[in-house]
């Protein structure tokens, strides 16, 4: 694989890290204060890289687990992807829960055929 190919696909998944993490800052998702201000960190570095090992630790235990919630869908319980992440909050109260990206599409689909 070329650098330059290498290099894009970093970039995109930066962004999509990036993305995720302002949707839980936006949508007050992360409660520990600690948290929050690694979080506010990250995002306007957008990078990880100037954080302290303490502050790495804080984030793998109380931001991590937030960027792959399940989805709410009552039959579903499916990851939903760091990608998708924004999406499931910005329709989370049209839906009443956050649902992963096929169940989104599924109730979209519903709801244009009534």
Same mark, same amino acid.
Request: aromatic letters at 8%.
């Given at each position: 694989?070329?650098? =330059?190919?290498?290099?894009?696909e970093?970039e995109?998944?930066? !962004?999509i890290?990036? /993305? $995720?993490?302002? $949707?839980?800052?936006? /949508?007050e998702?992360?409660?520990?204060?600690?948290s929050?201000?690694?979080?506010? *960190?990250?995002? $306007?570095?957008?990078?990880?890289?100037q954080?302290?090992?303490?502050?790495?630790?804080?984030?793998?235990?109380?931001?991590?687990?937030?960027? =792959?919630?399940?989805?709410?869908k009552?039959?579903?319980?499916?990851?939903?992807? =760091? *990608?998708?992440?924004?999406? $499931?909050?910005? /329709? !989370?109260?049209?839906?009443?829960?956050?649902?992963?990206?096929?169940?989104?599409?599924?109730?979209? *689909?519903? /709801?244009?055929?009534?």
């Open positions: 694989m070329s650098f =330059t190919k290498r290099f894009m970093q995109e998944e930066t !962004e890290f990036i /993305n $995720a993490l302002s $949707a839980l800052i936006k /949508n998702q992360i409660q520990h204060d600690v929050l201000g690694i979080s506010k *960190r990250i995002v $306007a570095d957008r990078s990880i890289e954080l302290s090992q303490k502050q790495i630790d804080v984030f793998e235990k109380h931001i991590d687990p937030l960027l =792959t919630p399940k989805c709410e009552h039959d579903c319980n499916a990851e939903i992807s =760091t *990608r998708d992440l924004p999406s $499931a909050y910005l /329709n !989370e109260f049209e839906f009443g829960g956050l649902y992963c990206d096929d169940c989104q599409y599924e109730e979209m *689909r519903i /709801n244009n055929l009534k």
